[in-house]
């Protein structure tokens, strides 16, 4: 149980999929204008990540490993990644209609997010059972979605402040993240 809790800190907090390793950043950026759009986003993160997690794993470790075929992982990953996704979108699509436009050309891009891809990975490469493998995409899921609502948040407050005009939109942004970023950075010490 302490190995789960570390495994879910870690993940959440000190090596934070966005503000930490840098990954995702492209609908991070894109997706947090809005509140609710970055937690749209946030979520149908959050669902495809665990459930590639969880269809994955055992893909890998009772296919792939045992026949030799580990070469395979990225395109079978993508696969998987791929088909969930459409799941989400064909969901959305019909029970949140306005979500779903809300997301435009970020929800099929989902199947590329970088984040989901790197969780797929990382179970593997830090040898996690299933287990530690769904704790571990959930901590990092929610990670995600805390980073969005956090940058979302404050460029709530940027829209009313007085910004230079050689600071707006990317650069403030860039920046703000990176002050965030350290900001989690003292999280670093927190699990030895």
Sequence with gaps: MTDLIK??????????????RFIALCSYIGMTSDVGQSVGMGLAVTFVTVMASAVTWPIYYWILKPNGLEFLEILVFIVVIAALVQLVEFYLKKSVPT?????????????????????????????????????????????????????????????????PSFMMDTPILFLTTSIIAVAFMGFAGLIK
């Design 99 to 163: 979500l779903y436009h809300a997301m435009g050309i970020y929800l099929p891009l989902i199947t590329t997010n970088c984040a989901i891809l790197a969780v797929t990975f990382d179970q593997i490469t830090f040898n996690y059972n299933f287990v530690q493998s769904i704790v571990f995409s959930i901590a990092v899921s929610l990670g995600y979605l805390l980073a969005m609502l956090l940058l979302a948040g404050v460029r709530q407050r940027l829209k009313n402040s007085p910004i």
């Design 7 to 20: 495994i879910f800190v870690a993940a959440f907090l000190i090596n934070n999929i966005i503000l930490m």
